[in-house]
């Protein structure tokens, strides 16, 4: 809104000086001004026109029900038909009782008529409430059998009692229909925050108190003569309702957009999630590392803040694998995961490195990381024994401190690896666990890639 204004303002300014000098010039009485004013007085007058008010609420009625019928055409919600359906029984009901007819029965049956479309276009108002998308239609059968019975009182009743009880039963079988449908469109503003059905509930409650009025006024002749004057209250009232459900489309439609951008949000955080996510073990995967290596080295080395490595490898796991198959060897790899998401802090990282292999991240000093890798071990250990899995499943951690003038995460990785070797169990009939470090580091000395 400060933007709008600013704008205008900067418009208005630029305009200024242009247009003052144009509206003086034309307010200057020089002689084209005088020869144009000279020739509008020559002209004759126009005669007076006769404005009749329900012809022209009739047509405004009928405009109302074209833009709604516009719309329908963009939106396609049900509810509008409805409103649309109100709209042109009211056109009708309006230009049946603007026209004055020489036979009494033809005017009293048409006046019936115009009653009973009167009385329908309020039950359509009252059917869009319901049909609104968070509300439930209540079509039951004594609903049809109550339609049913008043369409017959007012087709038959102008020829069976007077035309005014007619007038009057309709008047208020309208004003209730009315004031239940603004219960409606009240409670849907409450709900949803709509303005416009704020509007609709609003104006449907004044024109259900005004043609309850206009009942009352004309039975009481102390008040015959305020039957134009509600007449022209309830037009207005209609005005606002007509603006109110105009208002309600564009703000369905833009939450309809808003809750599709919210589920559009939501879809891509999802992707995003699991294109970082080990679908497995519920860790982050080494993408996930490599998009945040950058940013924690960064942090590491401004603040000069620890960062550690731990590598994690499940011992034997081929054996159990080749022993009890890849099903039971896939619920072991979830255990784990589910033990390093509940024991690793929201600020370090847990990431499946491949296979049976872990990497934590952990912005600790190496030997708190020596104390997790000891507590991690221990929860692995509980867990094995509830599982009832075999003895000789165990975790191995190896760990190493990420040097302040690190570029990568490579060298740190490396090292943990290395060292968790060191950590592992010695198998009987095999080659010591030393041999094999050391035989890993003679490797690695003469191939630094590996």
């Not at 963009?74 to 109100?86: E, H």
């Not at 190496?366 to 009832?388: I, M, N, P, Q, S």
């Amino acid at each position: 809104m400060s933007r709008t204004i600013a704008r205008a303002t900067v418009a208005l300014a630029v305009l200024a000086p242009f247009v003052v000098p144009a509206v003086t010039h034309a307010l200057s009485p020089h002689d084209g001004v005088v020869f144009a004013l000279d020739t509008l007085r020559s002209l004759p007058g126009l005669a007076p026109m006769a404005i009749r008010p329900r012809v022209l609420s009739a047509y405004g009625a009928l405009v109302t029900a074209g833009m709604l019928s516009l719309l329908y055409l963009y939106r396609g919600r049900s509810f509008i038909v409805y409103w649309i359906g109100a709209w042109v029984f009211a056109t009708a009901a309006l230009a049946l009782v603007s026209q004055t007819y020489a036979d009494a029965t033809l005017d009293r049956v048409l006046t019936g008529l115009a009653v009973l479309f009167t009385v329908g276009g309020s039950v359509l108002v009252l059917v869009a409430a319901e049909t609104y998308p968070q509300y439930t239609l209540r079509w039951g059968a004594q609903r049809l059998n109550g339609i049913v019975v008043t369409t017959l009182w007012f087709l038959v009743a102008p020829f069976v009692v007077p035309i005014g009880a007619v007038v009057i039963s309709g008047s208020l079988l309208t004003a209730g229909i009315l004031g239940w449908s603004a219960r409606f469109y009240l409670r849907l503003a409450r709900d949803s925050r709509f303005a416009g059905a704020l509007l609709i509930g609003a104006g449907l409650a004044l024109v259900a108190a005004l043609t309850l009025s206009s009942a009352v006024a004309s039975v009481a002749v102390d008040l015959a003569s305020w039957q134009d004057r509600l007449g022209t209250f309830t037009v207005l009232s209609l005005l606002l309702v007509a603006l109110g459900m105009h208002l309600l489309i564009f703000e369905d439609m833009t939450q309809e957009l808003r809750l599709a951008n919210r589920q559009l949000a939501g879809a891509n955080e999802e992707i995003q999630r699991l294109a970082i996510t080990d679908p497995l073990t519920g860790c982050h995967n080494r993408r996930f590392l490599e998009e945040i290596e950058r940013r924690e080295l960064e942090r590491h080395r401004r603040y000069l803040a620890p960062l550690t490595v731990v590598f994690l490898d499940v011992n034997h796991f081929k054996r159990l694998n080749d022993t009890l198959g890849h099903d039971r060897g896939d619920a072991v790899l979830w255990m784990i995961g589910a033990l390093l998401r509940a024991q690793v802090r929201h600020s370090d990282y847990a990431i499946r490195w491949g296979g049976d292999e872990f990497v934590l991240l952990l912005n600790c000093s190496e030997t708190e990381a020596v104390e997790k890798g000891r507590r991690l071990k221990e929860g692995f250990e509980r867990d094995r024994v509830a599982a009832g899995l075999p003895p000789y499943l165990g975790l191995s951690a190896g760990i190493a401190e990420v040097e302040f003038n690190a570029a990568t995460l490579r060298d740190a990785i490396r090292e943990a690896d290395s060292r968790m070797y060191g950590d592992k169990p010695a198998v009987p009939g095999s080659r010591t666990v030393k041999s094999r470090v050391q035989e890993l580091k003679g490797v690695r000395k003469r191939n630094p890639e590996r």
